[in-house]
């Protein structure tokens, strides 16, 4: 009996002692984990560092990390907890929130210690991150990946990553040197060349109105170090900042300018980060986690350096007029080359926006206009007066040449002005409209990466000026790339939609008009006559050519034009005021004959 009650006690014990065990031997070491993260993840570095042994290095270390981590939040949960006597390791997961929407998760264990007063964190920087030795901190850094390349057609890298210096004036820093006058005056010295208008009073006053630098302009890369001594004055401020320029600034400089601002976004790619853990000296002692960087893909212009050069190379030959050559893949209209000379490239990007009369080049949309209508055909016998007479106006030849009765190939071929002003006073006032929008005038075209205006062609109801349009005077504008557009049309039956970033689709805004196919069919033997027996036979040595030349009178002179097309290759030449239009030829034949033989777009 007695045996009986003494194990029966024995067994009480034995469930209150492992009760005991089970609900309260870890709560000491985790109320104090909890209270560190907690306080740790508040961003209250004071509390934290009162849970440990060292409270102000403890403290040093744990704002140390909020500071070099940039971190924007912090949570931390406790785990497992393991005790062996007086000593306990708590595993804790920490989980930053930093800048750019990045996260950082990674595991680490509080080791505790207890004594007569209970258990605190022992401290030691293992806390923070386990690779975290002492005397080093953790610094989140970002990794800047390599910017993607700008290609053209044929796989050259046209466009390469540089620096520009910008120049600006901080008036109110200039005050506090004791000499706005001076720092402006000098500054209009040094900069005027690079930027004329500058004014010393207008800077002064501008700058110290405003609470921000007044930006002045930007120094070429090859001054900057020459002229830096120069501008070492109180309120000239030079920035460094990165662009993308060309690498070889002959080749189609004006044009990539604009492509560096369309394309910028999009080279830059994805950052990559990491966090190091640096020594007290700045070193990087270890990377305790690292994301890659994503480069972005390279953008791709349907520029071919093939092309592009031979077209350069021509219009430079141009001395004291603005020369300009646009050449479009006809099937797709790719645009394989935009070239000007120096005297256009000044004036901005006129190959792609200008807009000119374009004479004589623009009576391929009048007999695309006339065969549409069944007004004539290619083999149809019309008039060539050397004048002729419609309304008040009496329009000539050039140089009152006469051919009498021929086909319309042949006054097509010989460029009779009087012949095409007849046909179009026998057109409705829509009919010219209607067939320049097929062939490519008058749609307004947003092409990713330049400005642009093929042309207009106006609905004429009055019959003189309806009559001067259709041999390209008149109210008829176009640009070089709008007649490109024409010779691509009349070359595939097709209206091709103009594109030079590679990917990005161009939009139109515009009519969605139609010829009869049959009418580019008829039309090409004709603009094939011109090379073979009219104004163009200059050209005929470069292989089979098709196209139409223009002189279009204008106040102070003629503009040059030649329009047409060698296989998938449609070309527009303008010299501006460049006279009669053997110079366009000329610049046209210099231009295919310098594209190798075995070049295909």
Known sequence: M?????????????????????????????????????????????????????????RSVLAAAWDGLAAESLSARTGRVRIDQDVADVDVTYTWTLPGGRTWEYDATLPLGRSDTGWTVRWSSTTVHPHLGADQRLVLGDLSPPRAAVNESDGSEVMVNGTV????????????????????TRLVEVMGPLVPGLSVQRIAEQAT????????GVLPAGDVERLRPELDLPGIVLSERSVLQP???????????????AVGGDIVGKPGWQVAVVNPNGVVADVVHHEQSVPAPAVSLSLSRSVQDAAQRAVNSVQGRQAMTVAIQASTGKILAIAQNGDADRIGLPAAAGQYPPGSTFKMVT???????????????????????IGDRTIPNYDGFALGQVTLRQAFAASCNTTFAQLASRMGPS????????????????????????????????????????????????????????AATAATGTLPVPTLINGRETTVDGPNVTLDGDVYARLRPMMRAVVTDGTASAIAGQGEVFGKTGEAEVAGGSHAWFAGYRGDIAFATLIVLGGGSDAAVGITRDFLAGIPADFRP
């Open 165 to 184: 210096t910008s120049v600006s004036f901080d008036g109110h820093a200039a005050v506090d040197g004791g000499d706005v006058i001076g720092s402006a």
């Open 431 to 486: 009919d010219l409209a209607h067939a320049a929008a097929a062939m490519g005038l008058g749609a307004d075209y947003d092409i990713a990466g330049i400005e642009s205006a093929s042309g207009s062609v106006p609905i004429e109801p009055e019959l003189v000026q309806r009559s001067e349009d259709g041999f390209g005077q008149g109210k008829v504008l176009a640009s070089p790339l709008g007649m490109a557009l024409v």
């Open 247 to 261: 690498r070889d600034r002959n080749f189609a400089s004006a044009v990539l300018t604009r492509v560096a601002n």
């Open 367 to 389: 007999s695309a206009a006339a065969m549409n209508a069944e007004l004539s055909a290619p083999d149809a016998m019309v008039a060539c007066p050397g004048e002729t007479t």
């Open 209 to 216: 109105a405003s609470d921000d630098p007044l930006p002045v």
């Open 2 to 58: 007695i045996f009986r009650r003494f194990f029966a006690v024995l067994c009480v014990l034995v469930l209150v002692v492992t009760a005991a065990a089970c609900t309260s031997d870890d709560d000491g070491p985790r109320s104090v984990a909890d209270a560190f993260v907690g306080a740790f993840a508040d961003h209250d570095v004071d509390a934290a560092a009162a849970q440990t042994t060292m409270p102000d290095r403890a």
